[in-house]
């Protein structure tokens, strides 16, 4: 089988999930250099390929002109005039599933990720829990391009990536070269993987005393910008990013940092894809399920105590919440994370 020339590579959302496909992306374009790619997202995502080249970028209106049955036709049609050879189906929901059998009436291929449902299930079930690490969610992605007869290294590196800051971002923050940059962010979609705000603080309260270190934090809404905003204001050398700058600005920031700490979320793989060390702190949720960032060291991955809390990871998003498991996080102490933030700046 003659593998393909031009790919569209299907991923809507979240937008840490369409993050991780950028590692393997960047590797299949190393590893065939003929090879084109189109993705198909959400108009917002499109700035996280800005920095690749050949990487083109067709923008999925859900909410709009591609919304519904008859929408999903328009795309289909709309991407087969783009001359694709093959479909990679990376997200594998209802809306992807309809629109790869649209494109195929058409007259294209497609494969399609395989999530590992039963596995998932498996980890995260109260009773005979299977803890075990399944394959991480790059591992899966480029599975997908061997069907395609495009075979991926299974270890595999990406260079650490600087992007131009815009004159915008330097004239206000006023950026030192001389001291290490650490961003971080304190929040997460879902309470059971968020690291208490209070706890948090004692973390920037002492990395804030560094004189050598410059802290952003990010986030995003109305509610967390505000917090941010009040916690930024107590501390030296602490800085609110968010609400301040376009999504485009904040990659260019994240880009620059030296240390990203987050919690099981999406800024930690905004960094990865950049090559920025990362600081995990996981609750309900486990790096076992295969949502670690790219290219990250078990030791950076912080956990609660899970001889002392057996049920864990008792979902894959975090989404649930499990009587008595409500302060796991109290288990990882901020000094465990201050030091590791302190060793990956070394």
């Not at 929040?187 to 705000?197: E, G, I, N, T, V």
């Not at 793989?269 to 670690?292: E, M, N, R």
Request: hydrophobic share 40%; aromatic share 8%; proline share 5%.
């Amino acid at each position: 089988m003659k593998h393909p020339s031009h790919i569209l590579v299907i991923r809507l959302s979240a937008m840490g999930d369409v993050a991780m496909t950028i590692p393997v992306l960047m590797h299949l374009l190393e590893t065939y250099p003929k090879v084109k790619i189109t993705v198909l997202t959400k108009p917002f995502f499109t700035h996280l390929f800005e920095h690749i080249e050949r990487i083109n970028v067709v923008k999925a209106e859900v909410k709009t002109k591609h919304k519904g049955i008859s929408g999903l036709w328009i795309l289909a049609k709309q991407v087969h005039k783009l001359k694709i050879d093959s479909i990679a189906d990376l997200h594998n929901v209802l809306r992807s599933r309809i629109l790869c059998g649209f494109i195929k009436i058409l007259g294209h291929d497609y494969f399609r990720i395989d999530k590992g449902r039963a596995e998932k299930k498996a980890l995260t079930r109260p009773k005979n829990k299977v803890l075990k690490p399944l394959k991480t969610t790059h591992q899966r992605y480029a599975e997908v391009f061997r069907k395609l007869n495009l075979p991926l290294d299974k270890k595999f590196d990406i260079p650490r990536t600087k992007l131009s800051l815009s004159s915008e971002v330097k004239s206000d923050l006023n950026l030192d070269d001389s001291k290490k940059r650490v961003g971080i962010a304190p929040f997460a979609a879902h309470s059971p993987k968020q690291y208490p705000l209070k706890m948090m603080k004692k973390v920037i309260s002492k990395l804030s005393k560094e004189h050598d270190i410059q802290i952003y934090l990010f986030g995003g809404g109305k509610k967390e910008i505000k917090k941010l905003n009040e916690l930024a204001k107590n501390f030296e050398n602490c800085e609110n990013i968010a609400g301040k700058f376009s999504f485009s600005e904040e990659l260019q920031l994240i880009s620059n940092l030296d240390v990203m700490l987050s919690m099981d979320s999406g800024n930690g793989h905004l960094a990865a894809i950049f090559g920025v060390d990362v600081i995990t702190i996981w609750g309900s949720t486990h790096p076992y399920a295969g949502f670690a960032p790219f290219g990250q060291t078990t030791e950076q991955q912080l956990l609660p105590n899970l001889e002392k809390h057996p049920l864990l990871p008792t979902s894959i998003y975090g989404n649930k919440k499990q009587k008595g498991y409500k302060k796991i996080m109290h288990d990882i102490d901020p000094e465990e994370v201050l030091q590791k933030v302190k060793l990956n700046l070394v």
